[in-house]
């Protein structure tokens, strides 16, 4: 277990660094000045001198990453150019929010796709497995940009039943001021019994967590289906029926753990793609979180903010991958750690 940790954590630290020299020269190669996002462009020429030595950016590229990767370990991520403060702080706020986001979403995902797996499995070859198939085909076929649109158009603008945007109303910043112990609004609402800002939330956090879910629970339901009818034909489910178990105690009881192996496995990439798409989702419902914050760095060519949101969803996702694997020893005590 200690070996393969150790492993496993030398493979990621591989990984987020190929990733941070990526970044770092992706940044540095496209079209753009950042110095003009801080002296403006109607800069002098020797303004925006100054601003590249000060920037470090009239060092050659090497120079600049090696001065890029002696400021990580020190666990400076630099200063953002477009709010002028320090990325750390800026990812400390944004993160949380994000982080809100797709865990509603993926926990919806897993509640509600997992059953309809097991359903369509349970009545194969029935209206029922049908109307399952067809509802994962489209889950997972539809834009989300499309699908966000389309719920906040209906849902919010014509009916009225959600909020159009924003994470909770902002009336109740001065009512119901809310006390920041974790910047995940949901959290610190509820520790501090602030219900105002805690229902307003729920409230503005249903329809982009539903657009996030639609392609995660297709997938999960459809996966869980076929997990489930491969191992609903193994010898041991004969058995179990032999000697006298109900269908359901077959189904849930004995073949439903092992099928969760693959689902568990493809949990990390399906994190991954909900990350990625609550990028475009926030921008759409104004939900102030990484995406939103990637979006205004990119826009400014804020090169140190992206460097530094594309440092942490890497980071993310390997530690995300080994928490599944470790994850999958616990469910299924065939997998073994080497």
């Not at 400076?76 to 986001?101: I, M």
């Not at 995940?184 to 729920?202: Q, R, Y």
């Not at 439903?256 to 989702?281: C, E, G, K, T």
């Not at 460097?307 to 020893?329: F, I």
């Amino acid at each position: 277990m200690g070996r393969y940790l150790l492993r496993r954590l030398g493979q990621a630290a591989l990984v987020v660094v190929g990733v941070l020299v990526l970044t770092f020269l992706i940044v540095r190669v496209v079209p753009g000045d950042p110095a003009v996002s801080v002296v403006g462009p109607r800069a002098s020429p020797e303004q925006l001198t100054e601003a590249h030595h000060r920037l470090g950016l009239d060092a050659p590229i090497p120079v600049q990453l090696w001065n890029y990767v002696r400021q990580l370990l020190t666990g400076d991520l630099g200063t953002s150019l477009h709010t002028h403060q320090a990325v750390t702080h800026d990812l400390g706020v944004a993160f949380p929010a994000s982080l809100e986001l797709v865990g509603a979403a993926l926990l919806l995902a897993v509640l509600v796709g997992m059953p309809l797996g097991v359903l369509a499995a349970r009545y194969r070859r029935t209206g029922t497995d049908v109307a399952v198939r067809v509802q994962s085909m489209l889950a997972v076929s539809l834009p989300v940009f499309w699908l966000a649109l389309v719920l906040q158009n209906v849902f919010a603008t014509t009916l009225g039943w959600f909020p159009v945007a924003g994470e909770y109303s902002s009336s109740l910043d001065s009512t119901s001021p809310l006390h920041v112990y974790t910047n995940i609004t949901l959290v610190d609402a509820l520790i501090t019994g602030n219900w105002p800002i805690f229902t307003s939330t729920l409230g503005h956090l249903v329809l982009p967590a539903l657009v996030i879910a639609a392609y995660p629970m297709g997938v999960v339901a459809q996966l869980t289906r076929a997990a489930l009818i491969e191992e609903m034909g193994q010898d041991h489910v004969r058995m179990e029926r032999a000697l006298g178990f109900r269908e359901r105690q077959v189904l849930v009881g004995f073949a439903l753990r092992p099928a969760l192996n693959p689902v568990l496995s493809l949990l990390a990439l399906v994190f991954a793609y909900a990350l990625v798409n609550a990028f475009l989702v926030e921008s759409v419902f104004n939900w102030p979180g990484l995406g939103r914050y990637a979006a205004d760095a990119i826009r400014s060519l804020d090169t140190p903010a992206i460097a530094g949101v594309t440092l942490l969803v890497a980071m993310l996702y390997v530690l995300v991958n080994l928490a599944v694997d470790l994850l999958q020893s616990v469910v299924d005590p065939r997998v073994s750690l080497r």
